[in-house]
């Protein structure tokens, strides 16, 4: 009997709620700007500007500072016809597309990567996250790099010829130091050669877009348990599931990629414009 009871009580509640949410808040032209829309546009604010906007005088500020001259300006844009402008239809285009991205990606986080598929795929992908703290000697040439190899094949120190020969002005003067990296931190040859590497064992050259790398591997930290992963490495899991349903997603897809066309003789660059582009990983 209690337990009907406490379940009627639920849904008055619930229902009382919705109808709350459904009353009209206010009319700007006809246009009705219920309790759920005043409450969406609340919920859109920065953490740190909705906290301003909990008594009843912030609301009231919101609602006729920011959401009424909204829909005013809203009402103005479509009398006159403003979503027709080429620009401006645009720039709406972009705004949706930037949605229709945001919600697909969402959709797809929330479906295949949950806590615990995150743990499950950690665990079957263990090796992936070792971690390797390595020195490296940065030469430009093979030959260079090959007359360092032979000097530390005669006992020559390190840290020492890393100081007088690397090209790497960030670890040069660290004897070469780079701490310790993940698989996905290096550029792939050099990678690939570091983690398959024992510890005080030194690599022949390793070619990279950098130039030769002459590699030292100094320890060889074993992944953690996924419980005691910090919460930008379990950030950095999600990423790396995300990036993989990207990958399937790629691999059913007809893609076509003119990449000539990113030269900067043929670029927007030669056309006098400007182009964003990335630059490569860190000289190691």
Known sequence: MRSILALSCLIILLLAVSNLNAQELAN???TSISMADFQERLNELPPDVRQNMTTAEGKKDFLENHVIP??????????QGLEKDKETAMKIEDAKRSVLINAAAQKLISEKITVESAKKYYDSHSQQFTTVHASHILLTTEDEAKDVKKQLNKGADFSELAKKDSKDPSTAQNGGDLGFFSRDQMVKPFSEKAFSMKPNQ???PVKTQFGYHIIKVLEIKPAKKYEELDESEAVAIKRAMFNEELDKLKSKAKITVHSELLTTDKGPEAAGGEMNGMKPKAAH
Do not use: Q
């Open 28 to 30: 700007v032209n006809g």
């Open 70 to 79: 909204g829909e005013l300006l809203l009402t103005e844009a479509k009398r």
């Open 202 to 204: 030194i690599s022949d």
